[in-house]
């Protein structure tokens, strides 16, 4: 089974990597590409795919343990659900306020 959490890293990162493994990780966990479907067209054997994924993966697990964006992202996402969820307890006109707001910061941090 993939591990989804490096769709995250990849888009947080995805633009640090070289442009080979970036269209191989998009390829392996946006498209749900094969290592074969990602292999013949590039004339290469499913094992250089599986190594390029794994290289970028560690690469991708770097860049996040340097810089944390991801866990940063998933922190506020939580966050805004958690206020979101709070507001019906508040009076008009704040409820209507806090809960768009509330909205509007979750938007932001969808991929």
Do not use: W
Not at 48 to 69: C, F, N, T
Request: with cysteine; net charge negative; proline share 4%.
């Amino acid at each position: 089974m993939k591990n989804l959490d490096y769709v995250l890293l990849l888009d947080c990162y995805g633009s640090l990597l070289t442009e080979r493994q970036r269209n191989l990780l998009e390829g392996y966990y946006d498209e749900d590409l094969s290592l074969a479907e990602l292999a013949d067209p590039l004339g290469i054997s499913r094992q250089a795919v599986h190594d390029s994924i794994k290289r970028g993966e560690r690469q991708l697990e770097a860049y996040e343990q340097q810089m944390g964006i991801a866990a940063r992202l998933k922190a506020a996402r939580t966050l805004f659900a958690e206020i979101e969820q709070c507001t019906p307890d508040l009076p008009e006109p704040q409820r209507s306020r806090i809960t768009e707001a509330a909205r509007q910061g979750l938007a932001l941090f969808t991929i």
